[in-house]
């Protein structure tokens, strides 16, 4: 009598992990890049919009530039890089990139006008009324 065995192996997909991506046909996740972000289950990087950067590799997200700071450059790794402008007596009320990528982001403060992130004070006996 003969016996016969036969093994079947199934192979398991694991998501591909945050801060890498997997390409089609890759058995190995590779590193996200500066200056890109890689969420999970990338098949390729993305790059950080502007108003964002990712300064070292391995990154699932962009860090939002911080303060009065606003860039247009998509694909920074610093943020002076990304942000090189400041908003001049104004302010950025948001907290995303889109809030830090173009100089109408830059909100005048009170006692100020102008607009496109120059504010000027308001002379004296004198106030802006919006």
């Given at each position: 009598?003969?016996?016969?065995?036969?093994?079947t192996?199934?192979?398991?997909t694991?998501?591909?992990?945050?801060?890498?991506?997997?390409?089609?046909?890759?058995?190995?996740?590779?590193?996200c890049?500066?200056?890109?972000?890689?969420?999970?289950?990338?098949?390729?990087?993305?790059?950080?919009?502007?108003?964002?950067?990712?300064?070292?590799?391995?990154?699932?997200?962009?860090t939002?530039?911080?303060?009065?700071?606003?860039?247009?450059?998509?694909g920074?790794?610093?943020?002076?890089?990304?942000?090189?402008?400041?908003?001049?007596?104004?302010?950025?009320?948001?907290?995303?990139?889109?809030?830090?990528?173009?100089?109408?982001?830059?909100l005048?403060?009170?006692?100020?006008?102008g607009?496109?992130?120059?504010?000027t004070?308001?002379?004296?006996g004198?106030?802006?009324?919006?």
């Open positions: 009598t003969s016996t016969s065995t036969t093994t192996t199934t192979a398991t694991e998501p591909c992990p945050p801060g890498r991506y997997c390409p089609a046909n890759s058995s190995t996740p590779l590193p890049p500066s200056g890109f972000f890689c969420p999970e289950n990338s098949i390729a990087p993305f790059l950080c919009p502007a108003g964002s950067y990712s300064s070292s590799a391995n990154q699932s997200s962009c939002v530039c911080s303060g009065n700071l606003w860039g247009t450059l998509t920074a790794t610093s943020q002076a890089q990304a942000c090189p402008n400041t908003c001049v007596n104004s302010f950025i009320s948001g907290s995303s990139p889109s809030d830090h990528d173009e100089s109408a982001d830059c005048c403060m009170p006692s100020t006008f607009a496109n992130g120059v504010c004070l308001c002379p004296a004198s106030y802006a009324s919006s």
